[in-house]
């Protein structure tokens, strides 16, 4: 299987979670390539059998250059495989991922975009990367989540999201 990885990211995370995935797909024996979409890429080659795209939450929206990918290229991801993983920090609220899940619908409503597959993820709490408007914005969920204000965390559970990966080819 091909596989192509389309990610988008402002701080890092969401492309560490790329570089992991295709690491995954090249383990089970696929070819991954991994693109990163504030480049503009092309679309999607005749023979990519599967499109997984990563983008983080930002104020309650995906990365706009996922956006506008999504929504440029809507009919060639139907044509084919596709999965989305979304990055939050609501992803790690005990909410059963009400708020992250809400986002992403938000996000499939405006897009069209119609995923066979979905992983919504924990990403990155990174107060030494952020303002402090950033830090206060989105403080509230990491209060809920008990995490502590002043360290930097990555806290994407790499094994359950292998898990999902393990589905997808
Ligand atoms: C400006 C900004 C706004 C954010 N807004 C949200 C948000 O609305 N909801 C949320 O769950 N996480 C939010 N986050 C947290 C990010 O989704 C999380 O840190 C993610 O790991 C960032 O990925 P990246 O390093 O690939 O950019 C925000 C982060 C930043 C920097």
């Not at 991954?32 to 059998?49: E, H, I, N, R």
């Not at 996922?66 to 060639?76: E, K, M, N, P």
Request: hydrophobic share 45%.
């Amino acid at each position: 299987m091909n596989v192509l990885i389309a990610y988008a990211s402002q701080g890092g995370t969401t492309a560490r979670i790329a570089a992991h995935i295709a690491e995954r797909a090249q383990a089970a024996g696929h070819t991954a390539t991994v693109t990163d979409l504030a480049g503009s890429p092309p679309p999607p080659s005749d023979d990519t059998d599967l499109v997984v795209i990563c983008s983080a939450v930002y104020h309650r929206e995906l990365h706009t250059a996922v956006q506008r990918f999504v929504t440029a290229l809507r009919d060639a991801l139907e044509d084919r495989q596709s999965a989305l993983v979304s990055v939050s920090l609501a992803a790690a609220l005990d909410d059963d991922d009400g708020l992250a899940i809400d986002d992403v619908d938000a996000f499939l409503d405006l897009t069209g975009f119609e995923p066979d597959h979905l992983a919504i993820v924990t990403g990155a709490w990174t107060p030494s990367q952020w303002d402090e408007a950033t830090r206060i914005a989105i403080g509230t969920a990491v209060w809920r989540a008990g995490l502590s204000f002043d360290e930097d965390r990555d806290l994407t559970d790499l094994a359950a999201l292998d898990k999902a990966l393990a589905r997808w080819w």
